[in-house]
């Protein structure tokens, strides 16, 4: 009898090893089934030695590279047409789009965490002091006070009648028309009121600071004591005030977590006082270390896109409401487009880095041209509606992706550990 075309391969395929019962799932088989048709495992029984386990890694390997070249060849050189053959069931020719966009999302951020741009800033943030200073005025970012220096004030409103006076002296203008705005002064109730209120002002700020430093010392004094106190307390001012303590203790005695200021300090365990630890602690840390911070929240961005386009294919299904595509068609869509402005990203961080240019610009024209041919091709409508699609759609993920970005970043200050 001669043996049937196709149905006996080299290596454990043949068909000596060809059994009648999957091992995998135990589906019934035949002797020509190369693979179970319930769950796809080759069907052999042969005992897998060294040489047939690079044999199925190479074969998988040159497989996804088929897909993957065809993948790219397709995105790159047919805007929307690898969306159609998609959605349309010509999918085992193409990569996962869900997995695609994944890998080159992950090597972008990788690319981008791992060319430590941001490590200057860990560097600046070790030589600054927390004060930005301005004259007889700072400010502390480490603790949010504003002090004012009544020498240094002093010395300079000295230095500014000084040469207010030479000023008098050598321009008779000048003096007319300080004349003029004493008389203002004397004659508008308002305008002096004003004055006397910003005269008080340097008198108010260094009464605050007194009143700090009084809270301060009653902090340092009696810790304890000052935490119980701010325990019968409630409402934000209070969880405020708890987080202020907790940088405190955190700054000076160096703690890591919530157990040793529990410990230290006898403070129950209330989620209040962990989100109030945890908020001081995520702050000092991205202030001692922004580039780190920056890089930390950047690794996250991957998984952050997969809840933003979601969100953003909405109102692409809304505004291609008439059309037959479902929900997922235009999810899908959105995952091809996004995963060629990450191709195009990649390409132009790789240039720059590279030749030390910048093609930023260039690549997102270029693909801004591309999703229009993308949107016509896919979707079938004429220029006009396509172009006014393209600008709303476009509005949308611009402020989506604006509103994601301040809420990923502001999140990451608060649980940064």
């Not at 690079?54 to 790159?76: H, P, R, V």
């Not at 004493?182 to 260094?206: A, H, R, V």
């Amino acid at each position: 009898m001669g043996k049937k075309d196709g149905l006996i391969t080299k290596g454990r395929y043949e068909l000596k090893f060809r059994g009648v019962k999957c091992l995998n799932c135990g589906h019934p088989l035949d002797i020509s089934d190369k693979y179970c048709p319930n769950c796809s495992q080759a069907n052999s029984t042969k005992k897998l030695t060294l040489k047939d386990f690079f044999d199925e890694f190479f074969s998988s390997l040159i497989n996804y590279d088929s897909k993957l070249l065809t993948t790219l060849y397709a995105l790159l050189l047919r805007p929307g047409r690898i969306t159609k053959d998609y959605v349309n069931g010509k999918r085992i020719t193409y990569t996962n789009p869900f997995r695609f966009l994944l890998s080159l999302a992950f090597l972008y951020f990788l690319m981008v965490t791992y060319n430590n741009q941001f490590a200057n800033l860990d560097e600046a943030a070790k030589n600054f002091d927390g004060t930005i200073y301005n004259g007889p005025i700072s400010f502390d970012l480490g603790s949010g006070d504003l002090e004012v220096d009544s020498v240094a004030m002093k010395k300079q409103s000295e230095k500014a009648m000084k040469n207010l006076d030479s000023l008098k002296k050598g321009n008779p203008e000048i003096l007319a028309g300080l004349q003029k705005f004493d008389s203002i002064n004397t004659d508008d109730p308002e305008m002096s009121s004003q004055l006397k209120y910003l005269d008080s002002l340097g008198i108010f700020m260094q009464g605050a600071n007194e009143k700090k430093k009084q809270k301060d010392s009653f902090m340092n004094a009696d810790p304890v004591g000052y935490f119980k106190s701010l325990e019968k307390e409630s409402g934000m001012g209070a969880f405020s005030r708890k987080a202020e303590f907790f940088g405190y203790a955190i700054k000076r005695d160096t703690l890591y977590n919530f157990k040793q200021a529990q410990a230290k300090y006898n403070i129950d365990e209330s989620t209040t006082n962990k989100m109030a630890f945890n908020f001081s602690n995520s702050i000092l840390k991205v202030m001692s270390q922004p580039g780190t911070w920056i890089n930390d929240t950047i690794s996250k961005l991957p998984f952050i896109i997969f809840f933003f386009l979601p969100v953003f294919t909405v109102f692409i299904s809304l505004v291609y409401i008439r059309n037959n595509y479902t929900y997922t068609d235009h999810l899908i869509f959105s995952f091809h487009n996004q995963s060629l402005l990450f191709i195009l990203l990649i390409l132009s961080f790789t240039l720059d880095t590279l030749f030390d240019v910048n093609s930023s610009g260039i690549f997102l024209l270029i693909f801004g041209f591309y999703l229009y041919k993308a949107m016509r091709k896919f979707y079938g409508q004429g220029r006009f509606k396509t172009i006014v699609k393209y600008i709303f759609l476009n509005t949308i993920f611009m402020i989506l992706a604006f509103i994601t970005i301040i809420a990923t970043f502001t999140g990451s200050v608060f649980t940064y550990n």
